[in-house]
């Protein structure tokens, strides 16, 4: 394994086998498409605030067919909320999330030299990338890129009459997408059997760090779910491409009656939320995991309750799987099935409720150093509480009725998936950034962003909350053409100067990042005395991790502070000591 | 022009960072500091930040409420909207209680066990089984009593008994929306989407003999007091009839017909008195369906039965108006 020494520029940097090649390559292109995914939604923000308000900005990106003088397009503006959603949830938050630290960690905090198969990793990767190639392209159809919102429900996804961007933006978005499902499908069943398979001597199940349990069950969820959209997609494809009828029936359009007879809408929306709801989890999963393990080591002491840790982790994962219904409450579904779903989706507050008080619990008498990525953990714990309570309104049947689709939901998944997400994403990136360049990020700069885009962050989505309650409909181009709502523009116009801000200092982060890899100061071995495996590799980044021999394991992960030893931390390698029990 | 000097002002902005960045560093290194480590001055300053900006959040949050609170949704003009308003003030304050509890600890401990001289180890402390399980069971009991209680308002709406209620279609396409009345008969006339032409815009089957007195109209409206079985389609694709003052909302799907039973309580002109003179009754289209989804809309009127049959028996039935246009 370690004889590569006759690697090229090709071989080493872009049909890299090497895991944390692989995952640097998902971190660099998540990023990317995070910068286009959030200057989308400043694009739409503007609207927001400024309906029908001319902006240079607005006819520089779009050209003047999609901003005429500068004022947003309706279609537009649809696309943009389209392609924002898409790229967040897909893009930057399962491919750029879980990715990046699947790849990363799995090998190095479980003790192995690479991914079970390192080609099909590879092959991971370059199927994400023609994926992020072909959504890329269809921005630019004559078109426009695919607007019939992220969840793309048919009929308005399968008939371009209804929309101009159901026609070849659809398509493309449709073939991105199975590009992508692929793509996470080699990578899922990679996870899983590196985890399972190539653990080094010692590491038994419950000694894997939380990042590992949380990263083990989002591939097992990606890898029962993503195949259920991915046969609602090709069903979608035969209805728009084959004159199938799976999602289409009695429409009239454009004046003219299909011939489509006997399919049903609701079964495209029972099939997407199928993969939908474990999606966000698939999501958040890793985060919880990150968020824990980065939350133990700068608390200086063990992750309170490891056993209920991983416990919850299940029965979150579980119950995501039998709670899809809880996004269709009002699609006219059989009222007992709403019951159900309210009573499944309602049970998950409760492993979700034991981790935050678990997290708290590892607080109480700890001893916080506060480096960035734990503040972003922080974040995280906050935003996991903010969105986590809404959630019990959403899930309510009968209190769904009258927030369905209003901004309050925008408000809701925003902060409890997206924030809390991209937290842990952050604190992800600041953690290991030592292991993954040998240099460390510029602290000042990392507080720096974390204080602004934590302010702006909330100052974007919890205002949300008063919109929906005042009853403002999502994917509304604008809310003026409704006098009930005129007394909202205060509130969108504080949000779209959040947005900005919130969007301007990410620039700051990528700056620190991309200065950090050339000029940061240079890492040593474990920056964060930290105790799992990765800490235990030369700072050189080696293919196969180790110089030598593959280190053997002794004890969990989480010996912070463990009375009886002399250094607040003991690293998983360090066999007990005589009379030293086990945590 | 301008490109260009963004460019410019772009590429300064990032030399002037390089150069801060690498000037501090360098002035460190004369020191034998490293920057990047976080010292107990960091540690300090980040933890009162958290305690403090934690509670600034905190304030802004009471602060949102207090300002917007008059912008919220009237109370509801419904009968099961009584309900759902209590269930969701029920809800409101049980999570406004936790959300506050919660992070008031939260950063309270982030204030308090910050790393320092004087909080240099922690204590170690991997698990506590009772604690854990009082953690387990309380949430459980209180998501028992929000189910249940969630469950007996959502069983009251969704089975409320509709063989007294009035009948109105209510039919969305892209993007407007229109009503039928079952007239006289009351009962409404069946349809078949290959009919959808001219005049006859829901596609009314004109043979069936209970369509002919059906009325067509642009606006909804609903006798105070009176219960109502709102049965919804579409044309095209999926709407949904929003009706947010009443605590209704059900989608319209193509091909299948949905519906919605409630009791309209409080007539236009009552909320005008409530509301100010310019409050209107509406039904939005909730459901994204293309360009001009954020102006569908329909006026809802609710009056008194009198007012109610003077409206309605100014509309002409469907065989009046297919019949005479042809
Ligand atoms: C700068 C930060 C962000 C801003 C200002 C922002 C704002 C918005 C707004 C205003 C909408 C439109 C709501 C509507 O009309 O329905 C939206 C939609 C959405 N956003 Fe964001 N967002 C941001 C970040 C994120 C993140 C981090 C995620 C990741 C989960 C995300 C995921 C979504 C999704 C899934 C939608 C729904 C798209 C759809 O309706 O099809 N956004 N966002
Ligand atoms: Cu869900
Ligand atoms: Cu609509």
């Given at each position: 394994m370690s004889d590569h020494h006759n690697e090229t520029f090709i071989s080493k940097y872009?049909?890299?086998?090497?895991h944390k090649m692989i995952a640097k390559q998902f971190l660099i292109t998540g990023m990317f498409m995070g910068v286009v995914g959030m200057l989308m939604s400043i694009l739409f923000r503007l609207q927001l605030s400024n309906p029908g308000e001319s902006f240079a900005i607005l006819e520089w990106f779009l050209g003047d067919k999609w901003a005429p003088g500068g004022v947003l397009d309706p279609n537009m503006y649809l696309a943009l909320v389209t392609m924002h959603g898409t790229i967040l949830i897909f893009w930057v938050l399962t491919a750029g999330l879980t990715g990046t630290f699947a790849n990363f960690l799995i090998p190095l905090q479980i003790g192995a030299r690479d991914m079970a198969s390192g080609f099909i990793n590879m092959l991971s990767y370059w199927f994400f990338f023609a994926a992020t190639v072909v959504l890329l392209i269809s921005l630019f159809v004559e078109t426009g890129p695919a607007s019939a919102g992220w969840t793309i429900y048919p009929p308005l996804s399968a008939l371009p009459q209804a929309i101009p961007g159901s026609g070849l933006g659809q398509d493309l978005w449709l073939i991105s997408m199975t590009l992508f499902i692929v793509s996470s499908l080699l990578g899922g069943l990679n996870y899983i059997v590196t985890i399972l398979n190539l653990r080094t001597k010692g590491m038994s199940m419950s000694r894997l760090p939380l990042t590992m349990w949380a990263l083990l069950i989002v591939a097992i969820l990606g890898v029962l779910s993503f195949p259920v959209l991915l046969s609602a997609s090709l069903l979608l494809i035969f209805d728009r491409?084959?004159?199938?009828?799976f999602y289409l029936s009695d429409i009239v359009i454009g004046g003219e009656a299909l011939h489509h007879t006997g399919g049903s809408p609701i079964l495209f929306e029972h099939l997407f939320w199928f993969l939908g709801h474990p999606e966000v989890y698939i999501i958040l999963l890793p985060a919880l995991g990150i968020v824990s393990e980065i939350i133990s080591v700068n608390s200086r002491k063990p992750i309170f309750g490891y056993k209920a840790m991983v416990i919850s982790l299940i029965a979150i994962a579980f119950l995501s799987f039998i709670v899809w219904g809880h996004h269709m409450?009002?699609?006219?579904?059989d009222p007992f099935l709403g019951s159900v779903f309210t009573f499944t989706t309602l049970l998950i507050a409760i492993p979700s409720a034991v981790k935050v008080f678990n997290y708290l619990a590892t607080l109480w008498r700890a001893s916080i150093r506060f480096t960035p990525a734990m503040l972003f953990a922080i974040g995280f714990v906050s935003t996991f509480i903010t969105g986590g309570l809404t959630g019990l309104i959403l899930g309510d049947s009968a209190l769904d009725i009258n927030v369905h689709d209003t901004y309050f939901v925008v408000g809701h998944f925003h902060i409890v998936m997206g924030l809390s997400a991209i937290y842990g994403m952050f604190a992800g990136v600041y953690h290991w950034f030592p292991k993954m360049y040998g240099r460390m990020m510029n602290k000042k700069l990392g507080y720096f962003h974390f204080w602004v885009t934590f302010i702006s962050a909330y100052g974007v989505f919890f205002p949300m909350h008063f919109l929906g309650l005042a009853g403002l409909p999502r994917r509304y181009y604008t809310n003026s053409a409704f006098p009930m709502f005129d007394g909202l523009s205060d509130i969108n116009e504080i949000i779209t100067f959040f947005a900005i801000l919130g969007g301007v200092v990410q620039l700051l982060f990528i700056f620190n990042f991309f200065y950090s890899i050339f000029k940061g100061t240079k890492a040593t071995e474990n920056p964060w005395r930290s105790n799992t495996l990765e800490w235990t590799t030369p700072i050189e980044r080696i293919h196969g991790n180790w110089p030598g021999k593959i280190p053997s394991v002794h004890r969990w992960a989480y010996d912070y502070s463990k009375p009886g030893s002399d250094k607040d931390f003991i690293p998983q390698t360090e066999p007990l000591k005589e009379g030293e029990t086990e945590h | 022009m301008t490109n260009l000097l963004i460019i410019l002002i772009a590429f300064l902005v990032i030399a002037t960072l390089v150069q801060i960045l690498r000037v501090g560093e360098l002035l460190s290194e004369v020191r034998n500091l490293d920057v990047n480590k976080v010292t107990e001055k960091d540690n300090k300053t980040q933890s009162f930040l958290m305690g403090s900006v934690g509670i600034l959040f905190l304030v802004s949050c009471v602060w949102q409420y207090f300002s917007w609170e008059?912008?919220?949704?009237?109370?509801?003009?419904?009968e099961h909207g009584v309900t759902i308003d209590k269930l969701m003030a029920f809800t409101m304050i049980l999570i406004i209680v936790v959300f506050f509890i919660l992070h008031i600890i939260l950063f309270y401990f982030l204030y308090k066990y910050r790393k320092g001289d004087h909080n240099d180890v922690a204590y170690y402390y991997p698990h506590n089984n009772k604690l854990e399980l009082i953690w387990t069971i309380a949430p459980t009991i209180v998501l028992t009593v929000v189910i249940l209680y969630g469950l007996s308002v959502w069983d009251q709406i969704t089975n409320a008994d509709t063989s007294k209620s009035q009948v109105i279609e209510v039919y969305g396409k892209q993007f407007d929306w229109m009503a039928r009345y079952p007239g006289e008969d009351e009962t409404l006339g069946s349809y078949n989407y290959k009919l959808v032409q001219g005049l006859n815009a829901l596609g009314v089957d004109m043979q069936d003999e209970a369509s002919l007195d059906d009325k067509l109209t642009r606006e909804l409206h609903l006798v105070v007091d009176e219960p109502v079985l709102l049965k919804l389609r579409s044309q095209d694709i999926i709407h949904s009839a929003f009706l947010p003052h009443f605590r209704v909302q059900m989608n319209c799907v193509p091909g299948m017909s949905t519906q919605f039973a409630f009791t309209p309580t409080k007539t236009t002109s009552e909320m005008k008195e409530q509301e100010g003179d310019s409050f209107e009754y509406v039904l939005l289209c909730n459901k994204i369906c293309g360009a001009a989804h954020y102006n569908m809309q329909m006026k809802v009127v609710v009056e008194t039965q009198e007012e109610y049959d003077n409206w309605l028996s100014q509309k002409n039935t469907l065989s009046e108006k297919l019949i005479t246009k042809k």
């Amino acid at each position: 394994m370690s004889d590569h020494h006759n690697e090229t520029f090709i071989s080493k940097y872009i049909f890299s086998l090497d895991h944390k090649m692989i995952a640097k390559q998902f971190l660099i292109t998540g990023m990317f498409m995070g910068v286009v995914g959030m200057l989308m939604s400043i694009l739409f923000r503007l609207q927001l605030s400024n309906p029908g308000e001319s902006f240079a900005i607005l006819e520089w990106f779009l050209g003047d067919k999609w901003a005429p003088g500068g004022v947003l397009d309706p279609n537009m503006y649809l696309a943009l909320v389209t392609m924002h959603g898409t790229i967040l949830i897909f893009w930057v938050l399962t491919a750029g999330l879980t990715g990046t630290f699947a790849n990363f960690l799995i090998p190095l905090q479980i003790g192995a030299r690479d991914m079970a198969s390192g080609f099909i990793n590879m092959l991971s990767y370059w199927f994400f990338f023609a994926a992020t190639v072909v959504l890329l392209i269809s921005l630019f159809v004559e078109t426009g890129p695919a607007s019939a919102g992220w969840t793309i429900y048919p009929p308005l996804s399968a008939l371009p009459q209804a929309i101009p961007g159901s026609g070849l933006g659809q398509d493309l978005w449709l073939i991105s997408m199975t590009l992508f499902i692929v793509s996470s499908l080699l990578g899922g069943l990679n996870y899983i059997v590196t985890i399972l398979n190539l653990r080094t001597k010692g590491m038994s199940m419950s000694r894997l760090p939380l990042t590992m349990w949380a990263l083990l069950i989002v591939a097992i969820l990606g890898v029962l779910s993503f195949p259920v959209l991915l046969s609602a997609s090709l069903l979608l494809i035969f209805d728009r491409s084959f004159g199938t009828s799976f999602y289409l029936s009695d429409i009239v359009i454009g004046g003219e009656a299909l011939h489509h007879t006997g399919g049903s809408p609701i079964l495209f929306e029972h099939l997407f939320w199928f993969l939908g709801h474990p999606e966000v989890y698939i999501i958040l999963l890793p985060a919880l995991g990150i968020v824990s393990e980065i939350i133990s080591v700068n608390s200086r002491k063990p992750i309170f309750g490891y056993k209920a840790m991983v416990i919850s982790l299940i029965a979150i994962a579980f119950l995501s799987f039998i709670v899809w219904g809880h996004h269709m409450f009002i699609t006219g579904m059989d009222p007992f099935l709403g019951s159900v779903f309210t009573f499944t989706t309602l049970l998950i507050a409760i492993p979700s409720a034991v981790k935050v008080f678990n997290y708290l619990a590892t607080l109480w008498r700890a001893s916080i150093r506060f480096t960035p990525a734990m503040l972003f953990a922080i974040g995280f714990v906050s935003t996991f509480i903010t969105g986590g309570l809404t959630g019990l309104i959403l899930g309510d049947s009968a209190l769904d009725i009258n927030v369905h689709d209003t901004y309050f939901v925008v408000g809701h998944f925003h902060i409890v998936m997206g924030l809390s997400a991209i937290y842990g994403m952050f604190a992800g990136v600041y953690h290991w950034f030592p292991k993954m360049y040998g240099r460390m990020m510029n602290k000042k700069l990392g507080y720096f962003h974390f204080w602004v885009t934590f302010i702006s962050a909330y100052g974007v989505f919890f205002p949300m909350h008063f919109l929906g309650l005042a009853g403002l409909p999502r994917r509304y181009y604008t809310n003026s053409a409704f006098p009930m709502f005129d007394g909202l523009s205060d509130i969108n116009e504080i949000i779209t100067f959040f947005a900005i801000l919130g969007g301007v200092v990410q620039l700051l982060f990528i700056f620190n990042f991309f200065y950090s890899i050339f000029k940061g100061t240079k890492a040593t071995e474990n920056p964060w005395r930290s105790n799992t495996l990765e800490w235990t590799t030369p700072i050189e980044r080696i293919h196969g991790n180790w110089p030598g021999k593959i280190p053997s394991v002794h004890r969990w992960a989480y010996d912070y502070s463990k009375p009886g030893s002399d250094k607040d931390f003991i690293p998983q390698t360090e066999p007990l000591k005589e009379g030293e029990t086990e945590h | 022009m301008t490109n260009l000097l963004i460019i410019l002002i772009a590429f300064l902005v990032i030399a002037t960072l390089v150069q801060i960045l690498r000037v501090g560093e360098l002035l460190s290194e004369v020191r034998n500091l490293d920057v990047n480590k976080v010292t107990e001055k960091d540690n300090k300053t980040q933890s009162f930040l958290m305690g403090s900006v934690g509670i600034l959040f905190l304030v802004s949050c009471v602060w949102q409420y207090f300002s917007w609170e008059h912008l919220m949704l009237p109370a509801a003009s419904s009968e099961h909207g009584v309900t759902i308003d209590k269930l969701m003030a029920f809800t409101m304050i049980l999570i406004i209680v936790v959300f506050f509890i919660l992070h008031i600890i939260l950063f309270y401990f982030l204030y308090k066990y910050r790393k320092g001289d004087h909080n240099d180890v922690a204590y170690y402390y991997p698990h506590n089984n009772k604690l854990e399980l009082i953690w387990t069971i309380a949430p459980t009991i209180v998501l028992t009593v929000v189910i249940l209680y969630g469950l007996s308002v959502w069983d009251q709406i969704t089975n409320a008994d509709t063989s007294k209620s009035q009948v109105i279609e209510v039919y969305g396409k892209q993007f407007d929306w229109m009503a039928r009345y079952p007239g006289e008969d009351e009962t409404l006339g069946s349809y078949n989407y290959k009919l959808v032409q001219g005049l006859n815009a829901l596609g009314v089957d004109m043979q069936d003999e209970a369509s002919l007195d059906d009325k067509l109209t642009r606006e909804l409206h609903l006798v105070v007091d009176e219960p109502v079985l709102l049965k919804l389609r579409s044309q095209d694709i999926i709407h949904s009839a929003f009706l947010p003052h009443f605590r209704v909302q059900m989608n319209c799907v193509p091909g299948m017909s949905t519906q919605f039973a409630f009791t309209p309580t409080k007539t236009t002109s009552e909320m005008k008195e409530q509301e100010g003179d310019s409050f209107e009754y509406v039904l939005l289209c909730n459901k994204i369906c293309g360009a001009a989804h954020y102006n569908m809309q329909m006026k809802v009127v609710v009056e008194t039965q009198e007012e109610y049959d003077n409206w309605l028996s100014q509309k002409n039935t469907l065989s009046e108006k297919l019949i005479t246009k042809k």
